[in-house]
């Protein structure tokens, strides 16, 4: 009976010093009542294990002294601890400290008595400590004669406890569904071998027309390689200020110009212009190659002297200053920057602009690629690689995706862009809507610099996942304008491909663009989404041009033939692939 009176009397004493310590520091004692609340337990399990043979052996010996002993403690226990009944027990890291508690003193915590208490006691969520978590059960509840610093009600005489069951916290409640915004195609603007505005292009390519032609830009008479998709004549005229037009790279300029006329294209006169919000309007224009007639010009001018370099040759040869120069023009403040993955850049832009548009960082944002190649060292550089035909006698026969006699691809030059929006936006001004953008994917080969994976793997999984990504079915795919560049490897592979992925659709129609432009390199996949969007426009596509004698796997009753065909469009997927095993796949369909 002594070591109980002693161990509630060492009960009583620090329950005491616990509480004024509270009360004094603030709430700044939380661990240091832990800590009694640790000490106390472990005095009184020393306590009791010392004394438990004594304490048996007389409870043993006589039953009505061990009866009595029972009442006793349960009155105790009930003065100093009102637990209610619904008491649960607390989860098994804390059964140590309940064991040490209900060995000596029959105490119990409970979560019950926690919440009935809180608004007679201050509690403190004990979420920083390792053995607490928050909610009301995991608090420490103190009680004592005083008010403290809240000025809270005190109710002497109360319990002093210290919870440590906590509550499992709330399921986070989930957010309502929320309606994905939609982006759709406004406006268009073209550089091209065969024509500057989107409606002549396309009538150019539905006519079978070939912009493929002898280089005049320079004397290319001591290269294997004499003939281009090049752009024989071009203004900036009304376009760009006299002064950076004489200043400017080519690639810059094709983008500057296909970049406004996409806005005229898309009604966006001055008047809707100054109504435009335009930290959400932005531009994500970028070049493969960026500007290597300046930076060229550049090392010319080192030869003879740094002081004779352009100062603008560094800003005027990187890739972004395209996008940055048009949206300084524009005052536009939104997202502006530049993808650089060679020959598939136009896609990445333009997916990557739909995202923004997506999740809301962007309202309307000009998007594609531009590319200026065709000078000296562009063209030195390709035929160092082998990539390009050497058919000079006859240029407009050069490129002839998926035919045997092909030799390689024929460079070309220019810039397409779109002005993407989002639907609202777009039908709040009363916008004349082309289409609309589904989605699309990215993939790596990660297998060579330039050639692509002999099974095809990276295509096959970025047409794939562009599919899913999109909610697209397969079926629902029934024309693709592909990346065909005219090259043994490429062209073969990419079929390949397709009949994997859409083998077993018998709508499906294939064609290359590339067959009567040439290869823009990373304005490639601009101008052909261009190309695609007036697929769906006009419910024409347009004809493969040199398919004279189709290699022996390709199954000519997918590929479009040498005139153009009508076509209700469903659901459009372009392909732009790029030197470092770069895939891309970009879908469209008509506005609905």
Not at 13 to 40: H, R
Not at 354 to 365: C, K, T
Not at 512 to 524: D, F, P, Q, V, Y
Request: overall charge neutral; charged content about 20%.
């Amino acid at each position: 009976m002594h070591v109980y009176r002693l161990i509630s009397g060492i009960r009583i004493i620090l329950t005491w010093v616990v509480g004024n310590y509270w009360w004094v520091e603030g709430g700044q004692g939380m661990a240091s009542s832990v800590v009694c609340s640790w000490l106390m337990a472990a005095c009184m399990s020393v306590a009791c294990e010392n004394d438990s043979k004594t304490t048996i052996s007389m409870l043993s010996s006589d039953p009505s002294l061990s009866s009595r002993f029972t009442k006793w403690a349960a009155r105790k226990r009930r003065r100093a601890f009102p637990i209610s009944p619904k008491c649960a027990a607390g989860p098994p890291q804390f059964s140590r400290i309940r064991n040490l508690m209900s060995s000596c003193l029959a105490f119990e915590p409970c979560p019950d008595f926690c919440r009935n208490s809180s608004s007679s006691f201050p509690s403190l969520a004990l979420s920083s400590s390792p053995f607490f978590s928050g909610g009301d059960n995991g608090a420490l509840a103190l009680g004592h004669g005083r008010r403290n610093k809240l000025n809270q009600p005190v109710h002497s005489g109360k319990a002093v406890a210290i919870a440590v069951q906590p509550t499992m916290e709330a399921a986070p409640k989930k957010k309502p569904p929320t309606k994905q915004r939609r982006v759709v195609v406004t406006g268009m603007g073209v550089e091209t071998p065969l024509g500057d505005n989107p409606d002549v292009f396309y009538t150019n390519l539905l006519q079978g027309a070939s912009g493929i032609s002898e280089i005049e830009a320079f004397d290319c008479s001591n290269f294997p390689t004499r003939i281009a998709g090049e752009i024989k004549s071009f203004t900036t005229d009304g376009w760009v200020a006299p002064k950076l037009s004489k200043r400017m790279d080519k690639f810059m300029l094709y983008m500057l110009t296909a970049g406004k006329k996409a806005l005229a294209d898309g009604g966006i006169t001055e008047d809707i212009m100054d109504e435009l919000d335009k930290t959400k309007c932005g531009v994500l224009i970028g070049s493969a190659m960026g500007g290597m007639q300046v930076f060229n010009d550049a090392i010319e001018a080192l030869r003879i002297s740094y002081k004779k370099m352009n100062p603008f040759c560094v800003p005027f040869a990187t890739t972004n200053m395209g996008s940055a120069m048009l949206a300084m023009d524009l005052g536009w403040m939104g997202p502006n920057y530049s993808i650089s993955t060679a020959c598939a850049t136009s896609n990445f832009c333009i997916l990557n602009a739909a995202n923004h548009i997506i999740r809301g960082e962007a309202d309307m944002m000009l998007c594609g690629g531009s590319d200026a190649a065709i000078i000296p060292i562009g063209l030195g550089g390709f035929v160092a690689c082998r990539a390009l035909s050497q058919r000079n006698s006859d240029p407009s026969k050069a490129s002839r995706p998926w035919d045997s006699n092909r030799d390689g691809f024929v460079m070309g030059e220019g810039a397409g862009v779109l002005l993407l929006e989002e639907l609202e936006h777009a039908k709040g001004r009363g916008a004349n809507i082309y289409a609309e953008f589904l989605g699309g994917s990215f993939t790596c080969d990660a297998y060579h610099m330039t050639e692509p994976h002999p099974q095809g793997t990276g295509v096959i999984l970025c047409i794939e996942k562009a599919l899913s990504q999109s909610g697209v079915s397969r079926g629902d795919v029934n024309y693709i304008n592909a990346h065909a560049t005219s090259t043994p490897a490429g062209d073969l592979k990419e079929y390949q491909a397709l009949v994997h992925c859409f083998g077993e659709n018998q709508e499906l129609r294939v064609n290359s663009t590339k067959s009567m432009i040439g290869h823009l390199l990373g304005a490639a996949g601009g101008v052909e989404a261009v190309a695609t969007v007036q697929a769906i426009r006009t419910g024409w596509v347009h004809p493969n041009i040199n398919l004279e004698n189709p290699d022996d796997d390709v199954d000519t009753k997918l590929l479009v033939g040498p005139e153009k065909e009508r076509l209700d469009i469903k659901i459009a997927l372009s392909n732009s692939f790029g030197f470092g095993g770069h895939n891309s796949s970009i879908l469209f369909a008509p506005y609905k």
